[in-house]
């Protein structure tokens, strides 16, 4: 089972590689890469998706955002919209609808299934900072992902085509 909770904890201090606190991510559009997928089930039973983004330039360059998308409750029920949430999150990464109607989960959590396609797509992601609501990290800011876009091929990327 993924410890989603401690890595969110982990992510939400907010420190850099020397343990020095960082600022949260301020809010705005941001140029990323998709760096990792998670799929499985929290502690508390919640079965979902977890998006890595990598910012690529700017004073937050090298900073990773995670986005969750659950798919079912805690209890196993879905959640009202979830798989259509999920749906055009994997349009926004560039999957036709073809390749989502006959996309593959991953059996395992370790395993990609179709996921192992998007990896490193290029993506504007828009996040927005807000408070906590809840629990001991009431108050502290965090970015959350807004929305995801297909980066536009830029000259350079289409000469290294």
């Given at each position: 089972m993924y410890e989603w909770a401690?890595?969110?904890k982990a992510e939400l201090d907010n420190v850099?590689?020397?343990?020095?606190?960082?600022?949260?991510?301020?809010?705005?559009?941001?140029?990323?890469?998709?760096?990792?997928v998670l799929c499985g089930k929290s502690k508390g039973g919640a079965f979902g998706v977890v998006f890595s983004y990598t910012i690529d330039d700017?004073?937050?360059?090298?900073?990773?955002?995670?986005?969750?998308?659950y798919l079912t409750k805690r209890d196993g029920n879905p959640i009202p919209f979830g798989p259509n949430r999920l749906k055009r999150r994997l349009m926004n990464l560039g999957l036709s609808a073809e390749a989502i109607n006959t996309f593959k989960?991953?059996?395992?959590?370790?395993?990609?299934?179709?996921?192992?396609?998007?990896l490193d797509a290029h993506v504007i992601i828009t996040l927005e900072q807000e408070a906590i609501k809840e629990g001991e990290?009431?108050?502290?800011?965090?970015?959350?992902?807004?929305?995801?876009?297909?980066?536009?091929?830029?000259?350079?990327?289409?000469?290294?085509?």
């Open positions: 401690n890595v969110t850099d590689a020397s343990g020095n606190k960082r600022k949260p991510i301020a809010s705005g559009k941001y140029s990323a890469q998709l760096t990792g700017g004073p937050e360059k090298g900073r990773t955002v995670k986005e969750g998308l989960f991953p059996k395992k959590e370790t395993e990609l299934g179709d996921f192992k396609h998007l990290m009431k108050g502290m800011l965090v970015a959350r992902v807004v929305q995801v876009a297909k980066a536009e091929a830029t000259a350079k990327d289409e000469s290294v085509a």
